[in-house]
């Protein structure tokens, strides 16, 4: 598995050079999870506009196969979808690629496995009249549905002849509740493995770039309920500031472990603003708050913040 095949799955640098590095990986699940951590964690938004820009426009089906013609499991993406669409569709998907193009800058990204050229067509223009905000984390969103389904078939031979096991692993069962930075270790997951459940970063979307050294903290919710109008009793977990790749610090212990509950992620967002885009925006501060279920306390939760002088958007990661 070398960096040239992980960029045939994904068209950025940064995206490859990871994998390469992280690989080899003894089965799917374990490269698509890293896959996500790294598409999530560690590519930023030029690594993303430029993985989009490895995509050819939805339709047009020559071009598809000028770009990828050396990777089989590219070349047929689109034209099963596009197989039986008239030249009246394929006109429409030409004409609103290029006001979608106009608005967002980058070209239409879709997994259009499964997917009918009517369904597509559909999909576009509803799109395109989104926020260039959500339309960037839309566009992030279908590339690691893409991503996964091409190192499905990357390394599906591999693993048909070495026996891999392929399966998803369950959640954690019979987890005992503990406190949030004290929970118990299972013996079956190794250590070097553990890390914060927990986790965030911020991306500048109007300067198209990580938003770095902005101070992060995050709270539990431990008395009463915001649902009953009390804002209750926040305890600080952990507090940290975010790097040049405009990723928080940990903001809680490594663990397998997260209490159920209410959490919610403050991020100064004034004192950035004000240094980068010389006003304080609209919002001095962004606080994200969610809910952790207790079927969900085995599973990671990362939960970026898509900054902008007057608006925010988050959304649930990997």
Not at 66 to 84: H, V
């Amino acid at each position: 598995m070398t960096e040239a095949g992980f960029l045939g799955c994904c068209g950025s640098t940064r995206f490859a050079r990871e994998m390469a590095l992280r690989a080899p990986f003894s089965s799917l699940d374990l490269a698509v999870e890293a896959a996500r951590d790294i598409w999530w964690n560690k590519v930023d938004v030029q690594g993303w506009l430029e993985a989009f820009a490895a995509h050819p426009r939805i339709g047009d089906i020559e071009s598809l196969r000028t770009k990828f013609a050396s990777e089989r499991f590219c070349s047929g993406e689109q034209e099963a979808a596009l197989s039986s669409a008239n030249e009246h569709t394929l006109q429409e998907l030409a004409d609103w690629n290029r006001k979608y193009e106009g608005k967002f800058g980058h070209v239409f990204l879709i997994c259009a496995s499964g997917k009918s050229s009517s369904e597509i067509l559909a999909a576009l223009k509803e799109r395109s009249t989104n926020r260039p905000i959500e339309e960037l984390q839309n566009a992030a969103s279908e590339q690691q549905k893409i991503t996964e389904l091409r190192l499905a078939k990357l390394m599906s031979s591999g693993f048909n002849s070495s026996g891999g096991d392929t399966q998803a692993v369950g959640p954690l069962t019979n987890v005992p509740k503990a406190a949030v930075l004290s929970a118990p270790t299972p013996s079956t997951a190794p250590a070097s493995n553990l890390r914060p459940p927990i986790t965030t970063h911020v991306l500048d979307v109007a300067l198209g770039k990580p938003g770095s050294n902005i101070d992060v903290s995050l709270h539990f919710l431990t008395e009463n309920s915001i649902a009953e109008g009390d804002q209750g009793s926040w305890t600080l977990v952990g507090n940290s500031q975010t790097d040049n790749d405009g990723r928080s610090g940990p903001l809680m212990q490594p663990s397998n472990y997260l209490q159920p509950g209410t959490y919610r992620i403050t991020f100064n967002t004034g004192a950035y603003l004000a240094r980068l885009h010389g006003n304080s925006g609209f919002y001095p501060c962004a606080n994200v708050v969610f809910k952790v279920r207790p079927s969900q306390c085995a599973e990671h939760f990362h939960i970026p913040l898509l900054l902008a002088p007057y608006s925010y958007s988050t959304y649930r990661g990997s």
